[in-house]
């Protein structure tokens, strides 16, 4: 019954890997997010689908590629992964224009 | 980008204590949000906030929308050991594709 799930809730691997994280919400919304926290807890969007196409690409690195292929699922792959990636990503839904964002669980990666 | 003011950083009460927490920015907001993080977990939304001078609870919280539209409060009536937690506020400039910026938290510590 969880509305946004994230899979893994932990990865760990070595700089220059390729890793992918998924996000399924099954709440009906039809916008979807990434946001990154960092170790200080500060919360930071990095990425916004509304019906499987972007609608917010924050300044985020290119090796980081948000994938959609349905409103209910956003994946994100990143590439070539460095030390400063290592954060806590949490997907999120929201209704487009519903200002209340539900957040996942969270995956900690760890580069190392 | 977008900056949020959270104040208090962090808080250390006794059980039973109100708490009180705020949130400005030097831009006008149309949106207040208020979650709550546990630890190794997604933010959950507490209060949502729509328009200036908007007094809203939920159990022992309470939120204010600043009537100059710049800031917010959060109050917690009657602290209980499961109150601890980061509180974030959030919000949004504008309607639309506009990002959430987030606070960068409360950090509250309840003594039993």
């Known amino acids: 019954d969880t509305a946004v799930s994230q899979t893994p809730k932990y990865l760990v691997t070595q700089m220059g890997n390729d890793k992918s994280i998924k996000c399924e919400q099954n709440?009906?919304?039809?916008?979807m997010y990434w946001y990154k926290q960092d170790s200080k807890k500060f919360l930071k969007i990095m990425f916004s689908y509304n019906n499987k196409e972007l609608i917010i690409n924050e300044t985020v690195p290119n090796r980081f590629s948000p994938k959609s292929p349905d409103k209910a699922h956003l994946n994100l792959h990143i590439n070539s992964l460095e030390l400063g990636d290592s954060a806590v990503y949490f997907c999120?839904?929201?209704?487009?224009?519903?200002?209340?964002?539900?957040f996942g669980p969270g995956t900690r990666l760890t580069v190392t | 980008g977008q900056q949020l003011n959270q104040s208090p950083q962090s808080m250390f009460i006794q059980e039973g204590e109100d708490v009180s927490m705020n949130c400005t920015s030097s831009?006008?907001?149309?949106?207040w949000l208020w979650y709550k993080q546990d630890p190794g977990e997604g933010p959950v939304l507490l209060i949502a906030l729509y328009k200036a001078g908007e007094l809203t609870s939920n159990g022992r919280l309470t939120a204010q929308f600043g009537i100059t539209r710049k800031d917010s409060f959060l109050n917690i009536s009657a602290s209980i050991p499961s109150d601890v937690g980061i509180y974030f506020c959030?919000?949004?400039?504008?309607?639309?594709?506009?990002?959430?910026?987030f606070g960068k938290g409360t950090r509250l510590s309840v003594i039993a």
């Open positions: 709440l009906g919304h039809d916008t």
């Open positions: 959030a919000g949004f400039t504008n309607s639309g594709n506009t990002p959430l910026v």
């Open positions: 999120a839904s929201s209704q487009l224009g519903g200002w209340g964002q539900y």
């Open positions: 831009s006008i907001f149309n949106t």
